[in-house]
């Protein structure tokens, strides 16, 4: 597609349940980042995709936290017994190639955990 | 998490005015990147550093590398009404591919 799409855009979740949150980045990008972005605040490094192997994964909070991308394109981060703590929007990005800085954001997925 | 340290925390300005904002860090980053955050979307890349004291300009936008290596400036002249918006610094670490550490943001609103 023309840009990084992130689905749902909205997720309330009650505390306790489990979430998945989409991201389909622009197509042949090879790159692909989660980032956490508390309200009033930047944006976290979460974990980080080449192709379909997960090269960093220091920035994920606890083992609640998960993501995967089988085929190197579709990506998803999942999160285990939701926690009002993980209260935040999620952004995805992705980039041609491994180094680049040229990112891509989506437009997130704002989660609200109750 | 780490964030770098941005000032000002916000700011009121008017149509026309120049607007100056920094960022800086405890650490050493061997690249700088300026994004924009306009309400309900991602961040968007404004201009990028590479190399310490290099100053780059892209339109009324101008940033620069601090010698240092732990700060940067990003300058706005002439700002109009769609400047508004949210503006990020990030920084790369040596030896961390592509992850970036970004910094708590200056929130720019303009009058007319």
């Known amino acids: 597609g023309a840009g990084v799409s992130q689905s749902p855009r909205y997720k309330v979740a009650k505390r306790g349940q489990d979430v998945a949150l989409r991201c389909d980045p622009i197509s042949g990008h090879v790159s692909l980042f989660w980032y956490q972005q508390a309200l009033g605040q930047g944006p976290e490094f979460l974990t980080y995709f080449q192709n379909e192997a997960q090269l960093d994964k220091s920035g994920l909070p606890s083992d609640r936290f998960f993501a995967e991308r089988p085929e190197g394109s579709v990506s998803t981060l999942k999160i285990q017994r939701t926690q009002q703590e993980d209260s935040a929007v999620y952004l995805c990005a992705s980039s041609l190639f491994q180094g680049s800085y040229g990112y891509t954001f989506g437009s997130g997925t704002r989660l609200t955990v109750v | 998490g780490q964030q770098l340290n941005q000032s000002p925390q916000s700011m009121f300005i008017q149509e026309g005015e120049d607007v100056s904002m920094n960022c800086t860090s405890s650490s050493i980053f061997n690249t700088w990147l300026w994004y924009k955050q306009d309400p309900g979307e991602g961040p968007v890349l404004l201009i990028a550093?590479?190399?310490?004291?290099e100053l780059t300009s892209n339109g009324r936008l101008t940033a620069q590398f601090g010698i240092t290596r732990k700060d940067s400036f990003l300058n706005i002249s002439a700002s109009i009404p769609s400047d508004v918006g949210i503006y990020f610094c990030a920084g790369q670490m040596t030896g961390t591919a592509s992850k970036l550490t970004f910094g708590t943001g200056t929130r720019l609103q303009v009058t007319l």
């Open positions: 550093l590479y190399k310490a004291g």
